[in-house]
T-cell receptor, first 115, second 112 residues
């Protein structure tokens, strides 16, 4: 079945440590996104990518980094510069990048917590 | 400031008790309004897209409507399996670029 796979489901970060969240899609979608979800807040866009080897910052990119070396993969690194990383992280994709009139396909999320 | 507001924050219904969820927005240049369903610990699942005022879409017990200022998600004769958080998102054009803003969601609980 086509879809988006995120791993791991749960991740724990020690202070000063960088951690990487995996996101893989087999939908042949051009665009991929990373969102952060905190209780009581709407989803907030971290980074998005329209094509391989290109990506743009979203609303809350500070303390995060991404890469897009393959169309299927869009990993997110939470760096030690992100002082409040505890959140539910969602990866999404869409056939193209319009951000406005295309539905998003979401993965099942990664819960990141700080030890 | 462009905003998307969902109400109520939480809603508890008895099975079969119909109700509506609201998503109001103040953006200009609407490109699309989306409804998603999210179960605990899972990613959101797409329900509907509405593009222009007056548009309506239905799926099983759910019906989404759109005006120039708000959208409603009507739930008719809900069942316990309809319990979830319902998110709306508004896509619009601003400052030469595209933006998609999510509301904070309505947590729905349907009881027997």
């Amino acid at each position: 079945d086509g879809g988006i796979t995120q791993s791991p489901k749960y991740l724990f970060r020690k202070e000063g440590q960088n951690v990487t969240l995996s996101c893989e899609q087999n939908l042949n979608h051009d665009a991929m996104y990373w969102y952060r979800q905190d209780p009581g807040q709407g989803l907030r866009l971290i980074y998005y990518s329209q094509i391989v080897n290109d990506f743009q910052k979203g609303d809350i990119a500070e303390g995060y980094s991404v890469s897009r070396e393959k169309k299927e993969s869009f990993p997110l690194t939470v760096t030690s510069a992100q002082k409040n990383p505890t959140a539910f992280y969602l990866c999404a994709s869409s056939p193209r990048t319009v951000l406005t009139n295309e539905k998003l396909f979401f993965g099942s999320g990664t819960q990141l917590s700080v030890l | 400031e462009d905003q998307v507001t969902q109400s109520p924050e939480a809603l508890r219904l008895q099975e079969g008790e119909s109700s509506s969820l609201n998503c109001s927005y103040t953006v200009s240049g609407l490109r699309g309004l989306f409804w998603y369903r999210q179960d605990p610990g899972k990613g959101p699942e797409f329900l509907f897209t509405l593009y222009s005022a007056g548009e309506e879409k239905e799926k099983e017990r759910l019906k989404a409507t759109l005006t120039k200022k708000e959208s409603f998600l009507h739930i008719t004769a809900p069942k316990p399996e309809d319990s979830a958080t319902y998110l709306c998102a508004v896509g619009y054009f601003i400052g030469g670029g595209n933006k998609l803003t999510f509301g904070t969601g309505t947590q729905l609980k349907v009881e027997l």
